[in-house]
């Protein structure tokens, strides 16, 4: 890739980011809390891309981030006090996890597969602009290798990820400097802190007129949030992994030279990969509950550990593990 641009915080940078993530690109752009790496919630393979810049080891859920609080119907189902803490950070350093409405349209790669998203509306000027003029849902994580520092300015997002992102849009510093809040909400519907963050717990719960409570207090892996993922989707099926062909009773997925019922590249490319991975394992799922007789297991081709594979292997690896 071709040096990262910069783009100037005005009608044209503004312009320019738009058309970037309109085209399945990445762009780093400011948020009150810290700069967020940008692409398409609705676009896999652009998902899948800002793993591959980040060279982020697991498929983890993202936060989608929205023009207005009125678009966050369009993916979740919503409630009442969903509604009240809209009312009272949106926009701002906020995000809340929510159930996923039927029809969403959002990439399985932004939500880890899981029947939940982590949905925020930011108040940075530079982020509402972009997020207006791009009118859709866009994932992002923070702008930064992963495991490094947060950038809180676009110098900080160059220092990290220069050529390895289409442009970063220069919206000045991050006022905040520390990311959202992450608020869920558990089966009874209890508000219940997933991450500190922006907004103060104090600030939470005189909205909400109750105590949050705290994650260890939950019930073990009820909630899934980004930066805290526990528990990942997996089939009902056995998982096998390094496998050249299927054994009898097994459902296969491809990948490359090594073809199956479903296929994650059959060209071998990773960010296609990443990009089918959940997906494929939701259709596998279906695939085995349609047959008669029923599968035995899913047999999994081998996917190499370079790049996006490490990332893809990491979430194959879950799925395979032993089940409690």
Sequence with gaps: MTKTKVLE????????AASILQGGGRVAFATETVFGLGADARNGAAVASIFEAKDRPAFNPLIVHLAQAAEARKYATWSDQAETLARAFWPGP???VLPLRAGHGLSDLVTAGLPSVGLRVPAHPAAQALLRAFSGPVAAPSANPSGKISPTSAAHVLAGLDGRIEAVLDGGNCAVGVESTIIGFGSDGAPVLLRAGGVAREEIEAALGAPLLDRTAAQAGAITAPGQMQSHYAPALPVRLGADAPREGELML???????DLTLSARGDLREAAANLFAHL???????KARDPAPTGIAVAPVPMQGLGAAINDRLARAAAPRG
């Design 94 to 96: 906020l995000t809340m």
């Design 254 to 260: 491809g990948f490359g030279a090594v073809a199956g």
């Design 9 to 16: 915080f005005d009608a044209a940078g503004i312009a320019a």
């Design 282 to 288: 939701h259709a596998l799922d279906a695939m085995a």
